[in-house]
């Protein structure tokens, strides 16, 4: 096929797009599975083709020039409309995907058991989960839909509440039956407590509770799910998400010491959309989600104390 006169390579605009977004070649490279040095040729060609550099190479790092950041702009806006089309096109057939960021502890502790649903009563639309930590650029395209924790301020996204969070210490019932008995909060400070990157769970309840917990003995992990086996292998007390620790509890893998629960604005799982329109796939599984959100919402008993026990 002959080249347009007028249109650059995709393959060029492709690598524009990933090196601009992420500002490395390096990662352009391993995103598309090509080569750095083929990355490089793509932008040479592509800012031969224009007539204008398109990023300032430096020692250690590359910028956009003005022109470049002008012309990152363009591409990704006529991506996302390409990728608008796409997703349409494939509805209106009966297709359709949806590519959807969260994170680890809420995609194997709510959301997976509930996916059956989802894909009987809509079989055409392919579901992509990527379970990560990293919080991805939606206006960039990275996913469609993200699930996130916290108090929903994040920025340049629209987020709706699925559920609002109870939280309360957990452990494991042979921790809980050892020598160091949780007979008050305060006894916490008698133990390992095991925090995330992120503790705001035990901000939250500590601070309902009254309870200074910045001398005690902690143990630091990144993700929640890790905490949570950590709990479970008796190595310290983890702060439990009433919401996903159902299983863990009728199964006895884990026991609630207190009955006292905390609820924040800071605590709740969110679903985060970009701010343009969705492709039917993506709104097909939004308003999935939030009804099943509040199906939980209506027959949750955690809420009520004793479930954890």
């Known amino acids: 096929m002959r080249s347009s006169p007028v249109l650059p390579p995709l393959p060029a605009l492709r690598a524009f797009e990933a090196v601009g977004r992420l500002l490395s070649f390096r990662r352009a490279g391993e995103e598309l599975l090509i080569t750095q040095s083929a ?56 297709q359709g ?11 194997a502790n709510w959301l997976v058991a509930r996916l059956s649903g989802f894909q009987k009563s809509h079989p055409g639309i392919r ?10 650029d939606l206006a960039a395209n990275e996913a469609d839909l993200a699930i996130r924790y916290g108090d929903g301020s994040w920025d340049n996204v629209e987020a709706r509440l699925l559920m609002a969070e109870s939280v309360t210490p957990v452990a494991s019932p042979a921790l809980l039956r050892g020598q160091r008995a949780l007979a008050s909060p305060r006894d916490l400070l008698e133990h390992t407590l ?22 005690a003995t902690t143990l630091q992990l990144t993700d929640y799910n890790v905490a949570i086996q950590a709990a479970i292998d008796g190595q310290g007390i983890a702060m439990g998400r009433a919401l996903l620790l159902r299983d863990h509890v009728a199964s006895g893998r884990l026991a609630q010491p207190f009955a006292h629960m905390a609820s924040s604005a800071k605590v709740g ?40 026990r």
């Open 39 to 94: 990355v490089s040729h793509h932008i040479r060609q592509l800012e031969n083709a224009l007539g204008v550099p398109l990023f300032i190479r430096k020692p250690r790092s590359i910028a956009l020039t003005p022109e470049g950041l002008r012309y990152l702009d363009v591409t990704m806006r006529a991506f996302g409309l390409i990728a608008e089309a796409t997703g349409d096109l494939r509805a209106q057939g009966g």
């Open 97 to 107: 995907s949806v590519r959807v960021s969260l994170l680890p502890s809420f995609a």
């Open 127 to 136: 579901l992509d989960l990527d379970p990560t930590l990293r919080l991805v």
């Open 194 to 215: 095991l925090l995330t990157r992120n503790p705001v769970d035990w901000e939250v309840w500590v601070e309902s509770v009254g309870l200074d917990i910045s001398r």
């Open 269 to 308: 799982h969110w679903l985060l959309a970009p701010r343009r329109r969705l492709s039917p796939a993506a709104t097909a599984f939004a308003d999935w989600l939030m009804a099943q959100a509040a199906a939980q919402h209506a027959a949750d008993d955690f809420r009520q104390g004793g479930a954890l």
